[in-house]
Nanobody, 111 residues
Framework: QVELVESGGGLVQAGGSLRLSCAASGRRFSIYGIEWFRQAPGKEREFVARITNFGSTLYAEIVKGRFTISRDNAKNTVNLQMNSLKPEDTAVYYC?????WGQGTQVTVSS
């Protein structure tokens, strides 16, 4: 059974930073890619960032240069460092892998 658990969300002022983590269990973490998505109230879920098993990364244009995705295979964890946060980054952030999803963590950016 695969389990993904996000943490690190919270309330931050515009311009601030947060670091989200996604802890994975139940599978060989190092051979799978991990994605971050987010969903704001009243909007569809959207792609944020991806990291492959080789460490290659891909970002949505709206977060490129502000967010950094990284992985620690020894800890079965993927992190999302979010800098220069904007109110429009407010959303529930989810990590996903191979069709499995976490429960999400709320990020709220105040203006």
């Amino acid at each position: 059974q695969v389990e993904l658990v996000e943490s690190g969300g919270g309330l931050v002022q515009a311009g601030g930073s947060l670091r989200l983590s996604c802890a994975a269990s139940g599978r060989r973490f190092s051979i799978y890619g991990i994605e971050w998505f987010r969903q704001a109230p009243g909007k569809e879920r959207e792609f944020v960032a991806r990291i492959t098993n080789f460490g290659s990364t891909l970002y949505a244009e709206i977060v490129k240069g502000r967010f950094t995705i990284s992985r620690d295979n020894a800890k079965n964890t993927v992190n999302l460092q979010m800098n220069s946060l904007k109110p429009e980054d407010t959303a529930v952030y989810y990590c996903a892998s191979g069709g499995h999803w976490g429960q999400g963590t709320q990020v709220t950016v105040s203006s």
